[in-house]
């Protein structure tokens, strides 16, 4: 089940690392949708939101801990940001590491843009 963001955390391929502790790794989002996108990832490898157990609570929660921090220290907390963790086809997800993306930098409009077919 390794992915790409397994690759990332070895170093075996570059990313523009933000913040790395013992449970969590953050870098910068390859293909930025908005002026700061930084991925958080914890360095165990879970799938997506359906395969955390109760085992996972302290790397998830060190999530939330490093995207405080990680807000405060790229200039965003004041104004605010966005946490999102896509789950599987209808959530968007594309890498199956689980991850929290930290999107912030400009005013981010309405959480869902509302289509035709809803
Ligand atoms: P998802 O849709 O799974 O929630 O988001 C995956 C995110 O990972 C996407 O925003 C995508 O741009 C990002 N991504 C995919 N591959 C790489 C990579 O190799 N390096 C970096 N930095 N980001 C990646």
């Not at 990680?70 to 991850?99: K, S, T």
């Amino acid at each position: 089940m390794s992915t790409i963001f397994t690759k990332i955390i070895a170093k075996e391929i570059p990313a523009d690392i933000v913040y790395e502790d013992d449970l969590v790794l953050a870098f910068r989002d390859i293909a930025p949708q908005a002026p700061l996108h930084i991925l958080v990832i914890p360095k165990q490898e879970i799938a997506t939101a359906n395969d955390v157990t109760a085992d996972d609570e302290l790397a998830l929660g060190r999530l939330f801990t490093a995207a405080a921090k990680i807000a405060a220290d790229q200039g965003i907390a004041e104004n605010g940001y966005r946490l999102i963790v896509n789950c599987n086809a209808h959530g968007g997800q594309e890498v199956f590491h689980l991850h929290m993306h930290i999107l912030g930098g400009r005013s981010l409009g309405p959480m869902l843009t509302k289509r035709e077919t809803d």
